[in-house]
C-alpha cells in the first residue's frame, strides 16, 4: 500500500467516523429535548399528585376526629351534663382513655353562653391554661368555632397555636335523636406534630413536612414555595437535588387564612428511568452508527484498494504503449490549449520527419496539416476544444519535413485542471497500418475505464444511500418516542415492548439489505450467465438509485407487466446499464431545470418524471425495457453519437462518455438490441430489447 493510499484510507475513515459521530449525537440531542421532557412533564403530574393526596390525608384525618365527635356531640348523657355537669358523667366517660380512643390530644366542652363546662387534656393543668389562651379568640360569640346554625352543622379545619398546629373540630350538643335546642359546643382537637406527619408519609409513601405560613424565618425552599403563593400559584414544585423533587401546598385555618406550608419529598424515580432509558438508547445509536460505519469503510477500503491497482496498471499500460510506439509508427503527444506542442515521443521524427525538440514549444498540431483546408481543420479543431470534447480515430493529413503526405488516426482526450478549465489534450497520431495494433490498446485502456465507471457510480450513490438509511434510523426514533407515551399513560405492556423491538430489528435488517446490495454492486465478479429476473434487476437498481430520483423531486412510473418470462444473462451487468440509463436521465433533468431556472426555457410548472417499463412482445419472444425521462433530450446529430465511445454532452467532471457505450456492449453480449429516441428539449426513450429463456 502506497503512501498516498494510506492517506486516502484515514482520510475515508475520519470523514466517516466524524459524519456518524455528529448524525448519533444530533438524533441522541433531539431524544433528549423530546423524551426528557415529557419525562419532566409526567414527574411535574406525578408531584402535584402527591400533593393532592398529601391534602387528602390531612383532610381524612380531620374527618375521622368528627366522625369520633359525632358519637359525643348527638347524645343524651351530654346534653344533660352540659346542664347540670354530673359528676357521674365525668367519672364514667371523660377519661385518658376517651383520648386514646378518639386519637385526640384534648376535648372542650361549652355551654350556650360560650362558657367552659369542662376540659380535659393530656395534661389538664397547663393544656387548660394552654388552651383557654390560644382559643380565647376562636370563643369570642359568633365566632366560627363556635357558630352553630342548626343541629347538624360541623366546624372543622386547621388552628396555629403557640405550641404548634392542631386540627381541630366542633360540633354542637343535642339529644340523641338529633334534636334541640342546641345546649353547646363539644370540641376535639389533635396536634399536627412530627408523629402524624410521619403516618401521613407512610400512608401515602412521601416524607412530609410542615412550616407555619407566617413565620419569619423559613428554610429557602418554604421561602420560595410562600414567595409562588402569594403570586397566586395554588401549587410550587422545586428539584431538591438530582435525585429528589418537592412539591408545595398552603392548609388554611377554620376561617379560609393561610395557616401552613406543606411540603412532600419524593424520589426523582421518573426522570431517573428516562435518563437510563435515554442511555441505552445512546448505547444502542453508538453500536449501530458503528455497524454502519465498519460496513461502509469496508467496501470503500476495498475500492480504494481496487482502483490503486487500475491506477497501476494503467500506468503499466501507458509504459508498454509508449515502448510500443517507439517500435511502430505511432506518435505520442501533447499540447496545451492553444493547440502548442509539450511533449511528442521519439517516433515523430521517423513518421512526421520532424525531431521532438523541433516541435515541442514551437509548432501548433495544425501546422503539420497540408496548406489547403488548414485553417478548417484549426476551426473544426478547437470547436472540440472548446467543448472539452474527445478525438476518436480523426483521419487527417500531415505534411511531412521533406514535404511528403502522411495520413494518420488521431485520437486525444482533454486534459482538465484542478478548477475544471481546459489544461490541454494528450493523444496519439498512428499510420493507419497501425490502426489494428492501437485499436487493440484503446480496447484494454477501456477495460480499465469500465472499472473506474464503476467507482465513479459509486460515488454518486453515496449521498442517497445516507438518505436512505434516514428512513429506518426514523423508524426507531419513533419506536422511542411511543415507549415515552405508553409511559405516560401508564399502558406500556410487555407485548408492545416486544413489538416496538421487533421494529427496531426489522430497521435494522432494512440498512444491513442496503449496504449488502452496495457491497455486491461495488465487488468485481467474473460474468457468468444465468437465469435472470428483470424485473428484480431493476427494483435492485432502485434501491441504489430510488433516494437520488427522491432528492431531486423525480416522480417515478413504474409499469412492470406480471408473469414476464426470464433472460439468460449477468444480472449485475443489466443492473449497471439500468444505473447507467437512471443517472443519464436524472442529469439530463437536472439540466432541463436549471436552464429553465436561468430562464433559458420557458416550461411553468415543469415536474421531473422517470417511467420504467417492462413489457412481454410475444409476437418476437423478446422483453421490452423502456426508461423514458423528459429531460433535456438530444438533438439529431447527437443521437448518432451517442452510443460511441468517450462521446458525452456533460460537463467536464460529470462523465466519462463511456456509459451509453459500456450499456451498448452489455446489452449486445445479452444478445439483444439497445435503442434510442430523443427530442430535444423534450426527454429521451431507451428501448431495450432482451431474448427470453423461459416463463417465471
Do not use: C
Not at 425521462?629 to 443521437?639: R, T
Request: hydrophobic residues 40%; without cysteine.
Amino acid at each position: 500500500m502506497t503512501f498516498e493510499s494510506k492517506k486516502i484510507h484515514k482520510i475515508t475513515f475520519f470523514k466517516i467516523a466524524i459524519s456518524i459521530g455528529i448524525f448519533v449525537w444530533m438524533i441522541y440531542f433531539v431524544s433528549w429535548l423530546t423524551v426528557m421532557g415529557g419525562f419532566t412533564k409526567l414527574e411535574k403530574r406525578f408531584v402535584e399528585r402527591n400533593i393532592a393526596r398529601s391534602r387528602e390525608v390531612v383532610e381524612d384525618r380531620i374527618n375521622n376526629i368528627a366522625l369520633k365527635l359525632v358519637d359525643w356531640s348527638i347524645w343524651d348523657d351530654t346534653y344533660a351534663f352540659i346542664e347540670d355537669r354530673n359528676e357521674a358523667y365525668i367519672k364514667s366517660n371523660l377519661t385518658t382513655n376517651a383520648l386514646d380512643t378518639g386519637k385526640i390530644d384534648m376535648m372542650a366542652f361549652l355551654n350556650s353562653h360560650g362558657e367552659l363546662v369542662y376540659f380535659m387534656g393530656r395534661d389538664a393543668g397547663k393544656e387548660q391554661r394552654f388552651f383557654l389562651e390560644e382559643l380565647e379568640s376562636y370563643l369570642a360569640p359568633g365566632s366560627a368555632v363556635l357558630k352553630h346554625p342548626d343541629e347538624k352543622s360541623s366546624v372543622s379545619g386547621i388552628i396555629i397555636f403557640s405550641r404548634g398546629p392542631m386540627m381541630i373540630v366542633s360540633k354542637p350538643i343535642v339529644t340523641s335523636e338529633g334534636k334541640g335546642p342546641v345546649r353547646g359546643t363539644i370540641i376535639f382537637a389533635a396536634y399536627l406534630n412530627a408523629a402524624e406527619l410521619k403516618h401521613f408519609g407512610e400512608i401515602i409513601k412521601v416524607d412530609l413536612d410542615v412550616q407555619r405560613f407566617d413565620a419569619i424565618s423559613l428554610p429557602p425552599d418554604f421561602t420560595a414555595a410562600r414567595e409562588a403563593f402569594g403570586k397566586g400559584q395554588e401549587t410550587f414544585i422545586k428539584k431538591l437535588d438530582t435525585s429528589f423533587i418537592a412539591g408545595y401546598s398552603v392548609l388554611k385555618d377554620i376561617n379560609g387564612k393561610p395557616a401552613l406550608i406543606l411540603k412532600v419529598t419524593i424520589p426523582r424515580e421518573i426522570t431517573q428511568f428516562g435518563r437510563q432509558t435515554l442511555g441505552y438508547f445512546f448505547i444502542a445509536l453508538i453500536l449501530v452508527g458503528f455497524i454502519f460505519g465498519f460496513m461502509v469503510y469496508v467496501p470503500l477500503s476495498r475500492e480504494i484498494r481496487v482502483r490503486e491497482q487500475v491506477e497501476q496498471e494503467i500506468a503499466k499500460i501507458n509504459e508498454a504503449f509508449l515502448q510500443l510506439a517507439k517500435h511502430s509508427r505511432t506518435v505520442v503527444w501533447e499540447v496545451d490549449a492553444k493547440g502548442l506542442y509539450t511533449y511528442v515521443s521519439d517516433m515523430s521524427e521517423a513518421v512526421w520527419g520532424y525531431s521532438p525538440q523541433e516541435l515541442m514549444g514551437r509548432m501548433h498540431f495544425y501546422d503539420l496539416h497540408p496548406q489547403e483546408g488548414r485553417e478548417e481543420f484549426k476551426q473544426a479543431a478547437f470547436a472540440v476544444f472548446k467543448e472539452k470534447g474527445s478525438f476518436k480515430d480523426l483521419v487527417n493529413a500531415i505534411e511531412t519535413k521533406d514535404g511528403r503526405q502522411v495520413w494518420v488516426s488521431t485520437n486525444g482526450i482533454p486534459l482538465l485542471n484542478a478548477d475544471g478549465s481546459l489544461k490541454g489534450y494528450r493523444g496519439n497520431d498512428t499510420d493507419i497500418t497501425a490502426r489494428k495494433q492501437a485499436e487493440d490498446s484503446l480496447n484494454n485502456m477501456r477495460v480499465q475505464m469500465v472499472r473506474a465507471d464503476k467507482l465513479s457510480t459509486l460515488g454518486e450513490m453515496a449521498s442517497g444511500m445516507a438518505h436512505e438509511m434516514n428512513q429506518p434510523l426514523a423508524g426507531i426514533s419513533l419506536v422511542a418516542d411511543s415507549f415515552r407515551i405508553f409511559m405516560r399513560k401508564k399502558i406500556l405492556t410487555d407485548e408492545k415492548v416486544e413489538a416496538g423491538l421487533k421494529d427496531i430489528s426489522d430497521n435494522i435488517q432494512r440498512m444491513t439489505n442496503i449496504i449488502n446490495h452496495v457491497r455486491v454492486y461495488a465487488r468485481q465478479e467474473t460474468v457468468e450467465f444465468g437465469e435472470v429476473d428483470i424485473p428484480q434487476t431493476i427494483d435492485s437498481a432502485l434501491i441504489l438509485m430510488g433516494a437520488q430520483l427522491r432528492v431531486r423531486g423525480i416522480e417515478l412510473t413504474k409499469i412492470i407487466e406480471s408473469n414476464l418470462p426470464w433472460v439468460m444473462g449477468n444480472a449485475h451487468q443489466l443492473e449497471q446499464v439500468w444505473i447507467n440509463f437512471i443517472s443519464n436521465a436524472r442529469d439530463a433533468m437536472d439540466e432541463k431545470q436549471k436552464q429553465i431556472d436561468e430562464g433559458k426555457l420557458k416550461m411553468p410548472g415543469y415536474q421531473k418524471s422517470l417511467s420504467i417499463a417492462v413489457l412481454f412482445q410475444k409476437d418476437d419472444g423478446r422483453i421490452l425495457i423502456t426508461f423514458t425521462d423528459n429531460g433535456i433530450g438530444v438533438s439529431p446529430d447527437v443521437l448518432k453519437k451517442a452510443f460511441e465511445p468517450f462521446f458525452t454532452t456533460k460537463e467536464v467532471g460529470r462523465g466519462t462518455g463511456l456509459g451509453l457505450s459500456i450499456s451498448h456492449g452489455i446489452i449486445q453480449s445479452h444478445k439483444g438490441t439497445l435503442n434510442m429516441e430523443g427530442w430535444e428539449g423534450q426527454g429521451v426513450t431507451l428501448k431495450v430489447y432482451l431474448p427470453v429463456l423461459r416463463a417465471a
